[in-house]
């Protein structure tokens, strides 16, 4: 069973910058699209980045375009989002997700979570 475990989140003020970690036990790593999904109380969970197998194609939702970075190292396992001029309206609770398929811009598209890690943004 692959496990995807989150770190890196925190409180920080507005136009900071936090990197979330998202470290996979999966030996078939590179099989797997990765994703960055986020929740805010009361709201869907949406998609915020999401990166191919090899690393080699990345999209992004257009709140965060130009601000977050989505990478993968493929030898230690793990995924990146590094996020640059957070906002208040940035504050979720941020989730790792792995999927087999192609294009990978809903939730429904990733069979593997993680447990979610909180970033909150102050003004």
């Known amino acids: 069973q692959v496990q995807l475990v989150e770190s890196g989140g925190g409180l920080v003020q507005a136009g900071g910058s936090l990197r979330l970690s998202c470290a996979a036990s999966?030996?078939?790593?590179?099989?797997?699209?990765m994703g960055w999904f986020r929740q805010a109380p009361g709201q869907e969970r949406e998609f915020v980045a999401t990166?191919?197998?090899?690393?080699?194609?990345?999209r992004y939702a257009d709140s965060v375009k130009g601000r977050f970075t989505i990478s993968r190292d493929n030898g230690k396992n793990t995924v990146y989002l590094q996020m640059n001029g957070l906002k208040p309206e940035d504050t979720a609770v941020y989730y790792c997700?792995?999927?087999?398929?192609?294009?990978?811009?809903?939730?429904?598209?990733?069979?593997?979570w993680g447990q979610g890690t909180q970033v909150t943004v102050s003004s």
């Open positions: 997700a792995a999927s087999r398929a192609t294009v990978g811009v809903t939730a429904p598209e990733y069979e593997l």
């Open positions: 999966a030996r078939t790593f590179t099989t797997y699209r």
């Open positions: 990166i191919s197998g090899l690393g080699l194609s990345t």
